[in-house]
């Protein structure tokens, strides 16, 4: 276990309490019931009281280590880990004049020890490794290699073992972390998916239901049959962006191209403003009719708010979406376009006005989600042009 959910404790007993190190106690304990046989064999053996009291003080406080030194140590660098590690091997080494080469049993938990602390696997495996040799060469030393040379199979296979465990451990904390983000990434990309739904549903239809309403007030004293049907639209529109409304917080609201054309004929109608549209946009790329969608909503929306102009022209091919005026022009915006210092700029290839709001944010955000460009510049009409078209290959 390389480290954990909850960032680093302070102190030893938050590090013993934690819930990684609750964790860790039971399987080490059942790690520690084989030592029963050492126990046992030490007191059985012919020997003095004094030498087998200290004998099993000692071995106590190795398996006493065994189960706090990962906890103590799995929020420390790899350089206190390594000290850690080598300085509870050399403890151990203190039973030689008491138990002689039974000794080399309990390095089997520091090559455990080693295998779960170390963030390095090459070390850990280094280490685990070395145990194993000098635990054949003490056997050897001592003449008991033919009955005893399996401590080094069982301490070497162990350790490694644990250090492949460690590892997985810490390879599905990374996944977790890794979900984590991603489902926080996740719900940053809805919010400003909502965001851009919530503009370009509200923005255009109250924008529209705004002129719609100062016409029908002008119209109540001059002709009230016209000023009737102008607050019958404004109710269907309201009754429509509430639709709009509800199907976007549900999440599967679609946008149609033509619908668009057809509403952005009635909007540019009500605020008396000449439209000159296709009749639908069947021809267009479907990976882009979407997207064109929403920059027809947008882009007529901002020629009704800001532009004064007098006319509106909506040019649709396979991959283009144009949107002209004959208005104010690019005195509010700078010159921005293709070619031009902003455009070369601009990430991703996507021009943005100086005063860019939260619309052609969003439009530039959708644009890039399909691989397209959003380009504002000024029209051949006199006002302005927005342009959203498939980026080059």
Known sequence: ???????????????????????????????????????????????????????????????VGFLLLPPLLWWESERVRLTGV???????CLLFPFIGTATTWTWVYVACAAGMVLTSARASLIIIGIIG?????????????????YIALVTVSIGVMMSA????????????????????????????????????????????????????????????????????????????????????????????????????????????????????????????????GWVLREGVTNVIRHSGSRNCWVTVTEDRLEIDDDGRGMAGFGAVGPGSAADQRAPGGVALPPAGGNGLDGLIARARAVGARVLVSASPHGGVRLTVRKAEA
Not at 141 to 147: H, I, P, S
Not at 195 to 223: C, F, I, N, Q, Y
Request: charged residues 25%; aromatic residues 6%; negative net charge.
């Open 1 to 63: 276990m390389q480290s954990t959910e909850s960032g680093r404790p302070a102190g030893v007993v938050p590090r013993l309490t934690h819930p990684a190190a609750r964790r860790w106690y039971p399987g080490a304990m059942i790690g520690l019931l084989y030592q029963i046989s050492v126990l046992v064999g030490l007191w059985t053996a012919v020997g003095d009281t004094a030498t087998k009291v200290t004998a099993t003080a000692l071995l106590v406080v190795v398996y």
């Open 86 to 92: 080598g300085v509870y091997f050399a403890f151990t």
């Open 133 to 149: 040799a000098l635990q054949l060469a003490i056997i050897f030393l001592a003449g008991e290699f033919d009955d005893s040379w």
């Open 165 to 292: 465990f460690s590892r997985q451990i810490a390879s599905l904390r990374a996944l977790r972390e890794a979900q984590g983000e991603i489902a926080r990434l996740a719900v940053i990309e809805e919010r400003a998916r909502f965001s851009r739904d919530m503009h370009d549903v509200l923005g255009h239809s109250l924008t529209v239901v705004t002129v719609k309403s100062e016409l029908a007030r002008r119209l109540v004293p001059l002709d009230p049959a016209r000023a009737e049907d102008e607050i019958a639209d404004i109710e269907r529109l309201a009754r429509s962006a509430l639709a709009d409304l509800r199907a976007a917080v549900a999440g599967y609201r679609e946008m149609s191209l033509s619908t668009e054309l057809a509403a952005a004929q009635a909007a540019l109608a009500a605020a008396d403003i000449e439209a000159h549209l296709p009749r639908n946009g069947d021809g267009v790329d479907p990976e882009l009719r979407e997207l064109f």
